[in-house]
């Protein structure tokens, strides 16, 4: 009993400091996956029950960068319909299919991403007053959208790299109303593979539920500290996180 209760005491903490990371930047589901898999979760269960903790998250920060005015809402609709297509069939994907096979896709995506933000850094952090680009007038944006609901509702874990780099890159949001967005995306597509995995039975809700008070707390210190910092220290952050999360991913 003593030695469970140390284990949820450290799945609080660790959905704490994965809040953050997540609302920052990504890859914060590179440590509270392993640590639901310590509880002895099968990995199925693991990447299901992480989805509550990260779903609860996304509310809290997204809810606190629009309360700041950093939400840009004039084209969600869009955005958040493809991300949405491309989470159903993520997740139903996730839910038949072993998670082995996009380990490869995911360090690669990630690596990509790390080389991008290394090399070249406009790329996904466009200048000030770089105006954003209507989803509907650029069709290759609409591609990048469903691919990253379809990873994202396989496997939570560097789903926000992905959308910065969709969100900044391509659609020329800067980073701090880009994480806005993330967070936004993420509640929906997110949303949806949960229904999935519920319908599947495979949430264990006690960790979850547990997993995500530390992620919601640590979703509020992200959106403090991301209205404080500069775009290059967010740049930068998102930088070393991308880099993180590849040595989490060969790891685990």
Same mark, same amino acid.
């Given at each position: 009993? #003593?030695?469970?209760?140390?284990?949820?005491?450290?799945?609080?903490?660790?959905?704490?400091?994965? +809040?953050?990371?997540?609302?920052? =930047?990504?890859?914060?589901?590179?440590?509270?996956?392993?640590?639901l898999?310590? %509880?002895?979760?099968?990995?199925?269960?693991? *990447?299901?029950?992480?989805?509550? +903790?990260?779903?609860?998250?996304? &509310?809290? +920060?997204?809810?606190?960068? $629009?309360?700041?005015?950093?939400l840009?809402l #004039?084209?969600?609709?869009?955005?958040?319909?493809? *991300?949405?297509?491309? +989470?159903?069939?993520?997740?139903?994907l996730?839910?038949?299919?072993? *998670?082995?096979?996009?380990?490869?896709?995911?360090?690669?995506?990630?690596?990509?991403?790390?080389?991008?933000?290394?090399?070249?850094? *406009?790329?996904?952090?466009?200048?000030?007053g770089?105006p !954003?680009?209507?989803v509907?007038?650029?069709?290759?944006s609409?591609? !990048? &959208?469903?691919?990253?609901?379809? @990873?994202?509702?396989?496997?939570?874990?560097?789903?926000?790299?992905?959308l910065?780099?969709?969100?900044?890159?391509?659609? $020329? @949001? #800067? &980073? &701090? $109303?880009?994480?806005?967005?993330?967070?936004?995306?993420?509640?929906?597509?997110? !949303?949806?593979? %949960?229904?999935?995995?519920?319908? $599947?039975?495979?949430?264990?809700w006690?960790?979850?539920?547990?997993?995500?008070?530390?992620?919601?707390?640590? =979703?509020?210190?992200?959106?403090?500290?991301?209205?404080?910092?500069?775009?290059?220290?967010?740049?930068?952050?998102l930088?070393?996180m991308?880099v993180?999360?590849?040595g =989490? !991913?060969?790891?685990?």
């Amino acid at each position: 009993m #003593d030695s469970e209760l140390l284990f949820y005491g450290l799945l609080a903490i660790t959905g704490l400091v994965a +809040g953050v990371i997540n609302t920052l =930047a990504g890859g914060g589901s590179n440590l509270t996956v392993p640590a639901l898999l310590l %509880l002895g979760l099968p990995a199925d269960t693991a *990447n299901a029950t992480n989805r509550v +903790g990260v779903i609860l998250q996304c &509310l809290v +920060g997204a809810r606190g960068f $629009r309360k700041a005015g950093h939400l840009p809402l #004039d084209d969600a609709g869009w955005i958040l319909g493809l *991300n949405m297509l491309g +989470g159903l069939a993520g997740a139903l994907l996730a839910s038949f299919m072993p *998670n082995m096979y996009l380990k490869p896709v995911m360090l690669g995506t990630m690596t990509l991403m790390a080389l991008i933000i290394l090399l070249r850094p *406009n790329v996904i952090a466009p200048p000030p007053g770089t105006p !954003a680009k209507k989803v509907q007038r650029h069709p290759g944006s609409w591609v !990048a &959208l469903l691919l990253a609901g379809v @990873y994202g509702g396989f496997v939570q874990a560097g789903v926000g790299f992905i959308l910065l780099g969709t969100l900044a890159g391509v659609l $020329r @949001y #800067d &980073l &701090l $109303r880009a994480n806005a967005l993330k967070l936004l995306c993420t509640i929906f597509f997110t !949303a949806v593979a %949960l229904g999935v995995f519920i319908w $599947r039975g495979q949430v264990a809700w006690a960790p979850g539920l547990i997993l995500a008070a530390g992620t919601m707390t640590g =979703a509020q210190l992200g959106v403090r500290w991301a209205l404080r910092i500069q775009q290059s220290t967010l740049k930068w952050f998102l930088f070393a996180m991308t880099v993180v999360a590849c040595g =989490a !991913a060969l790891a685990f």
